[in-house]
C-alpha cells in the first residue's frame, strides 16, 4: 500500500472475524526502516456498546521511539472515522497526498 505517497507498507491479515474483528500486520518496506513489512502488529475488535459501538484498537511496535508517531496518526484517522460513522463529512484528510 502506497502510504505517503512515496512510502510503501506491507503486511498480512491473520485474523478476520466479520463485524467483530481484524488482525493484521503492518510495517515498511525501505530498506533499513526501523518497522520493517509485517513486523507490526494491529488489532482492531468492534464492540456493542449500548446504542454504539465501541473501537478497540492496539498497534504493538517492537522499534523504540515510534509510539508518539503510531498514536498520532490512529488519533487523527480515528477521529476522522468517527465523524464519519454519526455520518458527518470529516472533510479532505490534511494527510492525504497527492
Given at each position: 500500500?502506497?502510504?505517503?505517497?512515496?512510502?510503501?507498507?506491507?503486511?498480512?491479515?491473520?485474523?478476520?472475524?466479520?463485524?467483530?474483528?481484524?488482525?493484521?500486520?503492518?510495517?515498511?518496506?525501505?530498506?533499513g526502516?526501523?518497522?520493517?513489512?509485517?513486523?507490526?502488529?494491529?488489532?482492531?475488535?468492534?464492540?456493542?456498546d449500548?446504542?454504539?459501538?465501541?473501537?478497540?484498537?492496539?498497534?504493538?511496535?517492537?522499534?523504540?521511539?515510534?509510539?508518539?508517531r503510531v498514536?498520532?496518526?490512529?488519533?487523527h484517522?480515528?477521529?476522522?472515522?468517527?465523524?464519519?460513522?454519526?455520518?458527518?463529512?470529516?472533510?479532505?484528510?490534511?494527510?492525504?497526498?497527492?
Open positions: 500500500m502506497n502510504v505517503e505517497g512515496d512510502g510503501f507498507a506491507a503486511g498480512r491479515f491473520e485474523e478476520l472475524v466479520p463485524v467483530r474483528r481484524v488482525v493484521f500486520t503492518w510495517g515498511w518496506e525501505a530498506a526502516h526501523p518497522i520493517p513489512a509485517g513486523s507490526s502488529r494491529v488489532e482492531i475488535e468492534l464492540v456493542p449500548g446504542r454504539g459501538t465501541r473501537l478497540r484498537l492496539t498497534h504493538t511496535v517492537g522499534a523504540p521511539g515510534f509510539r508518539a498514536e498520532a496518526g490512529w488519533g484517522y480515528a477521529a476522522r472515522l468517527a465523524i464519519a460513522s454519526a455520518g458527518g463529512d470529516p472533510g479532505p484528510d490534511p494527510w492525504a497526498c497527492d
